[in-house]
Nanobody, 124 residues
């Protein structure tokens, strides 16, 4: 599986962006898809994930502002980000794996496939 993330950019505080991640290969619908981010000097952290059955999990700081969704017909997962804050500035990565159970959704080491990062910069 190859993942291609896009949609990052520069946005002002309070603005919105939508990230996309297109997956190549078969059986996309059976994969758990996740978004992670890494800010300069910080460790990679979980943002959101969606299982093949539709179960969704968010990191607490993005709840109510970010929405993860998937379009299995397009092999694409999205991350709609609203009310962006300066602390959301980071490289955002999409990840995929077919073997993740619910309790593992926020654990980066459980994802076998990763896309390149797309940079989100929020200016205050």
């Amino acid at each position: 599986v190859q993942l291609q993330a896009s949609g990052g950019g520069l946005v002002q505080d309070g603005g919105s962006l939508r990230l996309s991640c297109v997956a190549s290969g078969r059986a996309f619908s059976s994969y758990t898809m996740g978004w992670f981010r890494q800010a300069p000097g910080k460790e990679r952290e979980f943002v959101a994930a969606i299982k093949w059955g539709g179960q969704i999990l968010y990191e607490d700081s993005v709840k109510g502002r970010f929405t993860i969704s998937r379009d299995n017909a397009k092999n694409t997962v999205y991350l709609q980000m609203n009310s962006l804050k300066s602390e959301d500035t980071a490289n955002y990565y999409c990840a995929a794996d077919s073997r993740i159970i619910s309790s593992q959704m926020r654990n980066a080491v459980r994802y076998a496939y990763w896309g390149q990062g797309t940079l989100v910069t929020v200016s205050s």
